[in-house]
């Protein structure tokens, strides 16, 4: 009898939990990674450590191995660009204090949003987001499920779509850290920085991204979200390739919000999707030595 082959591990690395806009907990996260049979996860929320704080102190609850997570959301104009940042050291002063300005704008901005939502005529105040928020940090998408169980809306996209997207009624623009300062405040940290789903920042040609990728690199990113829900085969294949030719690392994961983001599960997004632990252990690779590091595509994951 053949000896059998090791089964493979697979993991997810961008995860939301209570933290920002997610729906469960770090802890029910572990716990779901765990029932999924993942190997390693790393709980990214928006704007904030805390949901890798509380996972990393569960950390023995199970054998899923976490890694200290973040998804940074910074200024880009012609779409939407968030800055992953792994393996950074939770107690970095220099990022918890950029993360706090980050923080005290986005605040601000919540309560202007409510401020326009009530002079368009809708019934509602800061406490009925606070509720739905379930004490974690208030985003949009909070704001979005009030405007839904108010009966505004009939769902959160529409919310989106309709008041708080970027040139609706109710958006109000906020501070965020430029491309480059995440970079250096994640790489200071002693941290990976990771370009998010290159697909938001809505690219015309894999030249423009290419260029857009140039200038990070320089700036000091060092790895490219390849594997995600929505890219699809060939998307993939040139994100691979684009960092294959900037010298970047690959990373994936599903962005799961559990059930803020129905349709997308833990480790497989839709069903499909595939990260492998290899990916893991080149992220260690590049935090312990700040070298560069490319994972030179095999398979599509
Ligand atoms: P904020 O960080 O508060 O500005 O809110 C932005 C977040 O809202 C994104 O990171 C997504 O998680 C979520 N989001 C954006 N557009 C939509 C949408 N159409 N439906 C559901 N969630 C969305
Ligand atoms: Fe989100
Ligand atoms: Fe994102
Ligand atoms: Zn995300």
Redesign the pocket.
């Known amino acids: 009898m053949p000896t059998p082959l090791p089964k493979p591990a697979y993991v997810d690395l961008h995860i939301?939990s209570t933290a920002s806009?997610g729906s469960f907990s770090p802890v029910e996260i572990i716990e779901i990674a765990k029932k999924a049979g993942l190997r390693a996860i790393a709980i990214t929320d928006?704007?904030t450590l805390e949901g890798s704080v509380e996972a990393l102190r569960h950390r023995h609850s199970s054998d899923v191995e976490i890694l200290p997570g973040i998804e940074i959301?910074v200024t880009f104009d012609s779409g939407t660009m968030?800055m992953l940042g792994y393996l950074v050291d939770l107690d970095d002063a220099s990022l918890r204090q950029s993360l706090k300005a980050v923080q005290k704008a986005?605040a601000d901005r919540n309560l202007q949003i409510v401020e326009k939502l009530r002079d368009l005529g809708v019934d509602m105040d800061y406490d009925d987001v606070s509720e739905v928020s379930g004490g974690g940090q208030i985003?949009?998408?909070h704001i979005?499920q009030v405007l839904v169980q108010k009966k505004v809306v009939q769902s959160?996209?529409e919310a989106?779509?309709k008041l708080l997207?970027k040139g609706c009624p109710a958006y109000v623009e906020?501070y965020r850290l430029l491309p480059v300062e995440a970079i250096q405040t994640i790489l200071g940290a002693g941290g990976v920085p990771v370009l998010a789903h290159p697909f938001t920042l809505n690219t015309k040609t894999e030249g423009d991204l290419d260029r857009v990728l140039a200038d990070l690199k320089q700036a000091g990113l060092r790895g490219l979200e390849a594997y995600y829900p929505s890219h699809g085969p060939q998307r993939t294949a040139s994100y691979e390739r684009l960092a294959y030719r900037h010298g970047l690392l690959l990373t994936g994961g599903t962005d799961f919000?559990g059930t803020?983001?129905p349709g997308i599960h833990i480790g497989i997004g839709r069903g499909d999707l595939r990260v492998p632990y290899r990916l893991v252990e080149t992220l260690k690779r590049c935090a312990a030595s700040g070298r560069h590091f490319n994972t030179i595509p095999k398979t599509s994951a």
């Open positions: 939301h806009d928006h704007d959301s968030h986005r985003g949009r998408p979005a959160i996209n989106f779509n997207r906020r919000h803020a983001k």
